[in-house]
């Protein structure tokens, strides 16, 4: 079984920073994907960036590129959503995600956190 276990967050002025971590636990595969995803109120779930488990290829929204850096820390099974530059429209929960490559499903979440920019 895996779980995901989500920290940081919280409220910040427009133009501030934040850093989200995930840390995975469980059996993991070098295939593996790690995700974020974001849900505002009122609005459906949205991804943010992904990166792979062994190669560090990363992914990125373009509503987030160049704002926003994923990065991996494999000796801590930790991987990091590095928000710069935030604008009051990236206020909503935001949750990280594993995607299994038999299944290219993501079947594995986190509990979620909120982030709330104020303008």
């Known amino acids: 079984q895996v779980q995901l276990v989500q920290s940081g967050g919280g409220l910040v002025q427009a133009g501030g920073s934040l850093r989200l971590s995930c840390v995975v636990s469980g059996s993991t595969f070098r295939s593996d994907v790690i995700g974020w995803f974001r849900q505002a109120p009122g609005k459906e779930r949205e991804f943010v960036a992904a990166i792979t488990w062994s190669f560090d290829s990363t992914y990125y929204a373009d509503s987030v590129k160049g704002r926003c850096t994923i990065s991996r820390n494999s000796a801590e099974n930790t991987v990091y959503l590095q928000m710069n530059s935030l604008k009051p429209e990236d206020t909503a929960v935001y949750y990280c995600?594993?995607?299994?490559?038999?299944?290219?499903?993501?079947?594995?979440w986190g509990q979620g956190t909120q982030v709330t920019v104020s303008s």
């Open positions: 995600a594993l995607r299994r490559a038999s299944t290219q499903a993501y079947d594995y």
